[in-house]
């Protein structure tokens, strides 16, 4: 049939556009092929069909659904529908169930559709390692809605069905990492450097992959610590590690981000700024709503806040904490809730911040959708105040001595080539901290 052949041609040409992230001219003509082989029940026994389906999901998370295809319901209705028929005729669906939690992921964190999708996933598991990457999905879906005991719980089925799997034992420990990075960070460290150990000594894709994304969380920890170039080096060296993966989909934008957040808490504004700009384009290349837009806000609210814009900062972080109240990300409400209870305190605005303070206190104790409980609290507030005695001592427009940024754009050409070079050879952790101890 005609829709049969349209699927087997297409299907190739979308994944070429997934891994290169370049949107075709116009995407309804490939959903209506969809939705036409979907009615007409056309080759469902056909591998073109579950292949089409995933790489077109694949590609609108990859270059944004809600942008270049506005009717995201009808999409992932249509993939659920394909789903449910193609499980009927014995098929395997893990993998476009989890293509369409990531596209649910992109368009609201913790929306109840990217939940259904991922237990859909798990349900219809064929083997160990559908039931591996769904599970771990699943304890990612929980980190990202700050559910932590129950992301405990996905992990312990996960390190079950790891065992000689050395990609899968490297993302149990770097996820099982990310889960008491935000209330335990020094056992995080030790999660963190066990995945890169293990990343190491494997070439594998996946275990890569987990060690990059445990240097990054390393950089992060050395952050909340104020050691500045320590941080920025190991943000630094997991984009590199990141960079060579061969279906690496992630946009810097995060990187970026997380760039320009250490560079302000190093006072280093106009060096932070260019990381901002760069982390706006990235993100609006592939149209990433979402977290991306609540941290995108909140880091453009310390620059205005910096430069003693207080009205502009108090408008971006009231965006900030409304986006992330509708996609259900409470740990960023809660950091964006005390930025604005310490720039309202700054200004003088007692009742404001007294309302403020009475907000996070009640996110902190649990009636609202919070599940962090009091340790993380603590921390995020003793955090604050690192912050807060660091721009004191610096004042607005002061740098942090010794910090400067080794990206490839800020470090000198000569010196910075070198700087790359000894970063992408580096063996973690060791290493790194010695290369960092030379910027």
């Given at each position: 049939m005609a829709i049969a052949r349209a699927m087997s041609f297409y299907a190739p040409a979308l994944q070429l556009m997934v891994s290169s992230a370049t949107p075709p001219d116009r995407i309804e003509p490939y959903v209506t092929i969809l939705?036409?082989?979907?009615?007409?029940?056309?080759?469902?026994?056909?591998?073109?069909?579950?292949?089409?389906?995933?790489?077109?999901v694949e590609?609108?998370?990859?270059?944004?659904?809600?942008?270049?295809?506005?009717?995201?319901?009808?999409?992932?209705?249509?993939?659920?529908?394909?789903?449910?028929?193609?499980?009927?005729?014995?098929?395997?669906?893990?993998?476009?169930?989890?293509?369409?939690?990531?596209?649910?992921?992109?368009?609201?964190?913790?929306?109840q559709q990217r939940l259904s999708f991922i237990r859909a996933a798990i349900d219809e598991?064929?083997?160990?390692?559908?039931?591996?990457?769904?599970?771990?999905?699943?304890?990612?879906?929980?980190?990202?809605?700050?559910?932590?005991?129950?992301?405990?719980?996905?992990?312990d089925l996960c390190e079950r069905l790891?065992?000689?799997?050395?990609?899968?034992?490297?993302?149990?420990?770097?996820?099982?990492?990310?889960?008491?990075?935000?209330?335990?960070?020094?056992?995080?460290?030790r999660y963190f450097e066990r995945a890169i150990a293990v990343g190491r000594a494997s070439d594998q894709v996946d275990a890569i992959r987990?060690?990059?994304?445990?240097?990054?969380?390393?950089?992060?920890?050395?952050?909340?610590?104020?050691?500045?170039t320590l941080a920025l080096t190991f943000l630094m060296a997991a984009q590199l590690v990141r960079s060579d993966l061969p279906t690496e989909r992630k946009p810097r934008g995060?990187?970026?981000?997380?760039?320009?957040?250490?560079?302000?808490?190093?006072?280093?504004?106009?060096?932070?700024?260019?990381?901002?700009?760069?982390?706006?384009?990235?993100?609006?290349?592939?149209?990433?709503?979402?977290?991306?837009?609540?941290?995108?806000?909140?880091?453009?609210?310390?620059?205005?806040?910096?430069?003693?814009?207080?009205?502009?900062?108090?408008?971006?972080?009231?965006?900030?904490i409304e986006v992330a109240q509708r996609d259900d990300h409470p740990r960023g409400e809660l950091v964006f809730l005390a930025s604005l209870l310490r720039?309202?305190?700054?200004?003088?605005?007692?009742?404001?911040?007294?309302?403020?303070?009475?907000?996070?206190?009640?996110?902190?104790l649990g009636a609202h959708p919070f599940r962090g409980g009091a340790r993380l609290a603590s921390r995020v507030l003793r955090g604050i105040g690192r912050s807060s005695a660091a721009l004191c001592r610096r004042g607005m427009g002061g740098t942090s001595r010794g910090t400067r940024c080794p990206c490839e754009y800020h470090a000198s050409h000569d010196s910075g080539t070198e700087l790359l070079a000894a970063i992408r050879s580096a063996e973690p952790t060791r290493s790194i901290r010695r290369i960092a101890s030379k910027i």
């Open positions: 939705g036409n082989a979907i009615d007409a029940a056309v080759d469902i026994e056909s591998p073109h069909f579950a292949a089409y389906a995933e790489a077109l590609l609108l998370t990859a270059v944004g659904g809600p942008t270049i295809y506005p009717d995201r319901l009808r999409i992932l209705d249509l993939v659920g529908q394909a789903s449910v028929r193609l499980s009927r005729n014995g098929q395997p669906t893990t993998d476009l169930r989890l293509a369409a939690a990531r596209l649910c992921a992109a368009i609201s964190n913790g929306g598991g064929k083997d160990t390692s559908d039931k591996f990457r769904a599970t771990l999905v699943l304890a990612q879906f929980y980190i990202d809605t700050s559910r932590y005991r129950r992301a405990h719980h996905a992990l790891a065992v000689g799997n050395v990609g899968y034992t490297a993302h149990t420990l770097t996820t099982r990492g990310l889960i008491y990075f935000y209330y335990a960070p020094r056992r995080a460290l987990a060690s990059a994304t445990a240097l990054h969380f390393i950089g992060r920890i050395h952050a909340a610590r104020c050691e500045y995060f990187y970026e981000l997380r760039m320009a957040e250490v560079l302000l808490d190093a006072g280093q504004v106009k060096e932070a700024q260019w990381h901002i700009a760069q982390a706006a384009m990235s993100l609006q290349t592939v149209h990433e709503i979402s977290t991306a837009e609540a941290m995108l806000n909140g880091v453009l609210a310390r620059i205005a806040a910096m430069q003693n814009n207080s009205e502009q900062a108090e408008q971006l972080l009231r965006i900030a720039l309202r305190a700054r200004r003088g605005m007692t009742t404001n911040a007294i309302f403020t303070l009475l907000h996070v206190t009640w996110l902190y």
